[in-house]
C-alpha cells in the first residue's frame, strides 16, 4: 500500500519561504496525480495545488498563485511544493495526497484523493 510522508515544515517569518517533500513507500507515484492540501486551525481542509504524474500540468489555488510551485521527481518519487512569500495566513498543516490516476480532478476534493500522508506543519509567524 502506498504510504506518504510530508517534511520540510517549520516555522519561518513572513517573506520567507519553505520547500515541502512528499516522499512515497510501498509504490509509485510515476503515473499518478499529487496534491497538496492544508488546514488551519478551525478552519476546512484547503486545496493548495496539484500536479499530473508527467508534471506536463499543475493547478494552484488562487491564494498561492505566483508564491507556490509543485513539482515532482519521479526517480526519487518525491512531490515538491516550493513556498515563497509565505503569508501568516500560510500557516497550517499542510498534506499531500495521490490520486489513483494520472491527472489532476477539478477542484480540490477530499475524495479524489485515495492516498494521504500525516502532514507537516507550517507556522508564519514574527
Known amino acids: 500500500q502506498l504510504q506518504l510522508v510530508e517534511s520540510g515544515g517549520g516555522l519561518v517569518q513572513p517573506g520567507g519561504s519553505l520547500r515541502l517533500s512528499c516522499t512515497a513507500s510501498?509504490?509509485?507515484?510515476?503515473?499518478?496525480?499529487v496534491g497538496w492540501f492544508r488546514q488551519a486551525p478551525g478552519k476546512d481542509l484547503e486545496g493548495v495545488s496539484c500536479?499530473?504524474?508527467?508534471?506536463?500540468?499543475?493547478t494552484y489555488a488562487d491564494s498561492v498563485k505566483g508564491r507556490f510551485t509543485i513539482s515532482r521527481d519521479n526517480a526519487r518519487n518525491t512531490v515538491y511544493l516550493q513556498m515563497n512569500s509565505l503569508k501568516p495566513e500560510d500557516t497550517a498543516h499542510y498534506y499531500c495526497?495521490?490520486?489513483?490516476?494520472?491527472?489532476?480532478?477539478?477542484?480540490?476534493?477530499?475524495?479524489?484523493?485515495?492516498?494521504w500522508g500525516q502532514g507537516t506543519q507550517v507556522t508564519v509567524s514574527s
Open positions: 495526497a495521490a490520486r489513483s490516476i494520472y491527472y489532476c480532478s477539478a477542484g480540490y476534493k477530499r475524495a479524489d484523493y485515495g492516498d
Open positions: 510501498g509504490g509509485t507515484l510515476h503515473y499518478l496525480a
Open positions: 500536479i499530473t504524474s508527467t508534471a506536463g500540468s499543475s
